[in-house]
């Protein structure tokens, strides 16, 4: 143990800053996102064909969704490593007094799992906060982007957390998906899959409730389908004062763009974008997926973003 006045391994604490930021590549958050604010991702693993690739690093969304679509390829998904979370929270907890690593949720990845192994490996318990979004994407993405930017004003530990409550509390997803076979072999959403495997016509709409995806409605045209979402979003959104929202898609950018550009004129919006699914979801979805997820904000947080 280092004496009184000696900087440990893990750091001075008159040196260190005051909160570091992790999440998974199931956020959806971009590089540009990351480098700015010093986010570390750990990437998720994609398997195909006897190989492991990190999602991210080394395989990128467009190849995963063309291969799914042309040549009717199979992904599977798996879990970062204790081992992962360990060798980044080491590299933090040298530099900042607290890390918050926000996660995808639990119900649908054991992200969770392997990011708690590692904080119990390090004896860290007091330093580092483990926070399941109870849910994926962007969902978990605008937690940590809030996150990162209360922590660049300088918010305390305290604050940043009560604000990933709120928004934990608040965000929605409305998303729907042209085929159910990747969802059937996942096993995520087994009642989905006995359910809409009967009727492989129809186009399911999905929504995550306290952290599970369930179908929340279906339709029986693609158009139809995006139109029935966007349409439940303005109704449950449209007379909110702030809100923030961004349209995901897996080789849907053009379906996207048109409906954030309804979305943007007819919401208060403080904080918009389109961004393409990471294959740690899209994996399970397969190509199609259009999803739209949107928080409503309290002023504290709509500041964060004006």
């Avoid at 971009?30 to 990437?43: K, L, M, Q």
């Avoid at 490996?121 to 605008?142: A, N, Q, V």
């Avoid at 928004?167 to 159910?180: H, K, M, S």
Wanted: one cysteine or more; charged letters at 25%.
């Amino acid at each position: 143990m280092a004496k009184m006045g000696q900087r440990s391994i893990l750091g001075s604490k008159k040196d260190l800053k005051k909160v570091a930021l992790v999440t998974d590549s199931a956020s959806d958050i971009t590089g540009d996102i990351a480098r700015e604010f010093n986010i570390s991702i750990i990437p998720i693993y994609i398997h195909y064909n006897g190989k492991e690739f990190k999602d991210g690093i080394n395989i990128e969304c467009d190849d995963v969704y063309r291969l799914q679509k042309e040549k009717k390829v199979v992904f599977s998904t798996s879990s970062p490593s204790p081992h992962d979370f360990v060798s980044t929270y080491e590299k933090f907890l040298k530099e900042y007094h607290k890390i918050i690593s926000i996660h995808i949720s639990a119900n649908l990845s054991a992200v969770m799992k392997s990011a708690l192994i590692a904080r119990n490996l390090l004896k860290e318990e007091k330093r580092i906060e483990i926070f399941d979004s109870r849910s994926g994407t962007m969902g978990t993405g605008f937690m940590v982007l809030a996150a990162a930017k209360a922590v660049r004003k300088g918010y305390s530990f305290k604050k940043i957390m009560e604000i990933l409550s709120y928004l934990r509390d608040n965000v929605r997803l409305y998303a729907t998906i042209d085929t159910l076979k990747y969802l059937n072999r996942s096993g995520r959403v087994p009642a989905i899959a006995s359910f809409a495997s009967k009727l492989l016509t129809i186009k399911p709409l999905l929504g995550i409730n306290n952290g599970k995806v369930g179908m929340i409605g279906v339709a029986v045209t693609r158009f139809g389908s995006l139109r029935e979402i966007t349409r439940r979003v303005l109704k449950d959104f449209k007379e909110e004062r702030w809100v923030m929202v961004s349209v995901i898609h897996t080789m849907g950018e053009d379906e996207s763009r048109k409906i954030i550009s309804v979305l943007q004129k007819s919401l208060n919006t403080v904080y918009s974008l389109v961004n393409k699914c990471t294959p740690a979801i899209g994996a399970h979805t397969g190509s199609g997926l259009i999803g739209i997820i949107v928080t409503r904000l309290n002023r504290e947080i709509a500041e964060l973003f004006i």
